[in-house]
């Protein structure tokens, strides 16, 4: 791979950035990057362990010469992050985030962009439970999706270079639009997320009756809701704060089902109940059919492993 952007800065040092990160330096594609945390601990680690080949004190500095900035803190801090980098930009410069949820990002973004600026949101369909500068690693990104959602002030040529950057970094690139992206998201993310976060609470609550059996007979589906469970809270605050109409939509339409099924178990109607599994059983059968089943990320590998 070649260098794809000369500068690239990186604002907000945690999980998803200093993937970014490490896999940038494994493919190569970028002359320097510099990196910004908002707290001295978090600039204070990036340095410890090598993250970024500068880490700035302030943001201005950080983002002044860059050719790409990746805006990649909570998604209700994006506005104020772009409010006071916008006046600093490089004419020509191509400015994308991270977020999870797209419409109220590039609403909360783009008016703080000068003109000549381009502004070509993203997102990456990767992340672990972790959070934080230590929690980064280059395969990260390896055969998963990362959606484009070009604004009116991008360029064919801003999106194209992002895209190649983002297959450098090892993801698959599609291009959706942003309201259909916040829907598919609800669906496929964000309200699964709070399923895991009530199931994990009510387990809390009854814990409390049953002393430590919940942890300790716990299996593998409930294991699997208490990881989900343990991401960042900040971010998922955001998140539901920020996609609040899809999430709803959906959480409607759980909640429809969920007291279907409620009825079936408490009237003993076994063919409904029969009759639901087998569908959601072919629909996990297609998504592996079709090769759409990708592992967990291998949290064994060091960070600049191929
Ligand atoms: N974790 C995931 O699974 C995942 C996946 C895809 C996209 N995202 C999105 O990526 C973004 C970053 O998530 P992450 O998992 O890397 O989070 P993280 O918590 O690991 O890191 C976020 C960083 O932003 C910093 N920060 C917070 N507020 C700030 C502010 N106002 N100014 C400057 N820095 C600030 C934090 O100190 C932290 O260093 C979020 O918008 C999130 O929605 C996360
Ligand atoms: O694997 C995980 O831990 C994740 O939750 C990653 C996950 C997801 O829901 O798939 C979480 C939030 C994102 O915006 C993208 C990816």
Same mark, same amino acid.
């Given at each position: 791979?070649? =260098?794809?952007?000369?500068?690239?800065?990186?604002?907000?040092?945690?999980?998803?950035?200093?993937?970014?990160?490490?896999?940038?330096?494994?493919?190569?594609?970028?002359?320097?990057?510099?990196?910004?945390?908002?707290?001295?601990?978090?600039?204070? %680690?990036?340095?410890?362990?090598?993250?970024?080949?500068?880490?700035?004190?302030?943001?201005?500095?950080? =983002?002044?010469?860059?050719?790409?900035?990746?805006? $990649?803190?909570?998604?209700?801090? *994006?506005?104020?992050?772009?409010?006071?980098?916008?006046?600093?930009?490089?004419?020509? $410069?191509?400015?994308?985030?991270?977020?999870?949820?797209?419409?109220? =990002?590039?609403?909360?973004?783009?008016?703080?962009?000068?003109?000549?600026?381009?502004?070509?949101?993203?997102?990456?369909? $990767?992340?672990? +439970?972790?959070?934080?500068?230590? @929690?980064?690693?280059?395969?990260?990104?390896?055969?998963?999706?990362?959606?484009?959602?070009?604004?009116?002030?991008?360029?064919?040529?801003?999106?194209?270079?992002?895209?190649?950057?983002?297959?450098?970094?090892?993801?698959?690139?599609?291009?959706?639009? $942003?309201?259909?992206?916040?829907?598919?998201?609800?669906? %496929?993310?964000?309200?699964?997320?709070?399923?895991?976060?009530?199931?994990?609470?009510?387990?809390?609550?009854?814990?409390?009756?049953?002393? @430590?059996?919940?942890?300790?007979?716990?299996?593998?589906?409930?294991?699997?809701? %208490?990881?989900?469970?343990? @991401?960042?809270?900040?971010?998922?605050?955001?998140?539901?704060?920020?996609?609040?109409?899809?999430?709803?939509?959906?959480?409607?339409?759980?909640?429809?089902?969920?007291?279907?099924?409620?009825?079936?178990?408490?009237?003993?109607?076994?063919? *409904?109940?029969?009759?639901?599994?087998?569908?959601?059983?072919?629909?996990?059968?297609?998504?592996?059919?079709?090769?759409?089943?990708?592992?967990?990320?291998?949290?064994?590998?060091?960070?600049? +492993?191929?």
């Amino acid at each position: 791979m070649s =260098v794809i952007y000369n500068r690239v800065a990186l604002i907000g040092l945690g999980l998803i950035a200093s993937s970014m990160f490490w896999a940038t330096k494994r493919g190569g594609l970028a002359g320097h990057v510099t990196g910004y945390a908002r707290s001295q601990d978090t600039r204070d %680690t990036a340095r410890r362990i090598g993250l970024c080949d500068e880490v700035c004190d302030n943001l201005i500095d950080a =983002v002044k010469d860059a050719d790409l900035i990746v805006l $990649a803190v909570p998604v209700g801090a *994006m506005g104020a992050v772009a409010a006071e980098i916008g006046p600093h930009l490089k004419p020509g $410069a191509t400015v994308t985030d991270v977020g999870s949820v797209k419409r109220t =990002v590039i609403d909360a973004v783009a008016p703080h962009l000068p003109e000549g600026v381009h502004f070509v949101p993203a997102h990456p369909l $990767a992340g672990t +439970e972790h959070s934080g500068p230590e @929690s980064g690693f280059a395969t990260l990104f390896d055969n998963r999706w990362c959606l484009l959602v070009p604004h009116e002030s991008s360029t064919a040529e801003s999106v194209a270079q992002l895209r190649v950057y983002w297959e450098g970094l090892g993801a698959n690139v599609e291009e959706m639009d $942003a309201d259909h992206h916040d829907l598919v998201l609800a669906v %496929t993310s964000h309200t699964p997320h709070l399923i895991a976060y009530t199931m994990v609470g009510v387990a809390d609550d009854l814990r409390r009756v049953t002393d @430590s059996e919940v942890i300790k007979y716990s299996a593998a589906g409930f294991r699997d809701f %208490t990881r989900i469970a343990a @991401s960042d809270p900040t971010m998922w605050r955001d998140v539901f704060l920020n996609n609040k109409e899809a999430t709803l939509e959906i959480l409607g339409r759980f909640t429809e089902e969920l007291f279907a099924l409620q009825r079936a178990i408490r009237t003993g109607d076994g063919d *409904m109940l029969h009759d639901y599994f087998t569908r959601t059983r072919s629909i996990r059968r297609g998504i592996i059919e079709a090769g759409q089943d990708t592992d967990a990320p291998d949290f064994g590998r060091s960070k600049l +492993e191929k």
